[in-house]
């Protein structure tokens, strides 16, 4: 009877390992790209962008507004490697300057340093894989 | 148990009276003694390190010099409008110290740009105004190649050079530097770093006690 209900209950826990890890399995992708992510960050983008995603003044635009990175996800790659110049319009606030671009980084840096803005700063628009960075970067003018 | 008690009260107190009053920022920079008759005495009195008279152009294209120093205390730095490495952070810390003396009359800042050929006043403006500065109590500096990189190594002691190998072909160091009403050098702090910012405003506020008494 003892013996029963180790095996059970180690079976039990076997199971539900099993399930977890399954689960888990793009949450820790998620957090491995989020945490890669924002190491570029800080190196790349932190100086004028900031450790708060607030910018400074408007000399350089804040990443807080969700809606711009929600309706330009997919060219987020590109403004990252290829930089911007010109005006753009962040929170109803135009911003004018240059961008420098990062042509350094990998698709899958790219990917990573998307996926800690996109998350961070109030934002929360979940998972970028290098897939589909190097998909839109195909796609950059 | 009483003398413990007692002991401990007397310590405090003794404590937290040397803490506050007479504490002097340093003056820094090179110094000479000079010998002086003072009332048929020889005296030994020191000579420090002042900065000397300058003249620039500001984001107004309106001509500033040491005058508009006179009696007040400020900070200075050196930057250019174009420089994404140290610069955003400097300058996002010297707003928190601008902010916190905001329309204090004592107090100024002066940011010379290194970039002599782009930086012109029309440029300094720009750029002061999308940091959020109005007014002169922040002066955004252009001068002469000379006279900039001069004023940083001589009297600023701040290294700021033009150097072909770097991307951006100017470097510089990113020290804020806080200069008393007789134009001596009493702080340098690592603009960069937050917690030495910190530590320059508390400086600050020392020395306009130290100058101008309690009254603000």
């Known amino acids: 009877m003892r013996n029963k209900l180790i095996y059970f209950i180690l079976l039990a826990i076997g199971f539900t390992s099993i399930i977890q890890s399954c689960q888990n399995e793009t949450s820790i992708n998620f957090k491995r790209y989020y945490v890669n992510g924002k190491g570029i960050y800080e190196k790349n983008c932190q100086n004028c962008h900031g450790s708060d995603g607030k910018g400074l003044g408007t000399l350089y635009p804040p990443l807080t507004d969700s809606t711009y990175l929600k309706l330009n996800k997919n060219s987020l790659a590109c403004i990252i490697r290829n930089g911007q110049t010109g005006t753009v319009k962040i929170n109803n606030i135009s911003y004018e300057g240059i961008m420098p671009g990062n042509e350094t980084l990998a698709d899958i840096d790219i990917a990573q340093v998307v996926v800690y803005i996109t998350n961070s700063f109030g934002n929360k628009q979940g998972f970028y894989d290098s897939e589909t960075a190097k998909k839109d970067l195909e796609k950059c003018n | ?216």
């Open chain 2, 1 to 216: 148990m009483r003398k413990v008690l007692f002991f401990a009260l007397a310590t405090f107190i003794f404590q937290s009276c040397s803490d506050t009053s007479d504490k002097k920022l340093p003056i820094l920079g090179e110094r000479e003694p000079v010998e002086k008759t003072i009332d048929g005495k020889q005296v030994i009195d020191t000579i420090y390190q002042t900065v000397p008279p300058f003249s620039y152009l500001n984001q107004d294209s309106i001509a500033v010099t040491d005058k508009d120093f006179d009696n007040k205390i400020y900070v200075t730095d050196f930057f250019f409008t174009s420089c994404n490495t140290i610069c955003p952070i400097m300058h996002r810390n010297m707003l928190n110290v601008y902010n916190k003396f905001k329309d204090n009359p004592k107090v100024k800042f002066l940011s010379h740009s290194i970039d002599i050929k782009y930086d012109l006043p029309s440029r300094l403006k720009t750029y002061a105004t999308k940091l959020g500065i109005e007014g002169n109590q922040w002066e955004f500096v252009h001068g002469s190649r000379d006279s900039i990189f001069g004023i940083a190594a001589k009297s600023y002691l701040v290294s700021a050079f033009e150097d072909s190998t770097d991307p951006q072909g100017l470097v510089h160091q990113g020290w804020f530097i806080l200069v008393d009403t007789k134009k001596q050098l009493r702080g340098a702090y690592d603009g960069t770093k937050e917690d030495q910012v910190k530590q320059l405003m508390n400086d600050m506020e020392q020395l306009l006690k130290e100058e101008f008494g309690d009254a603000k």
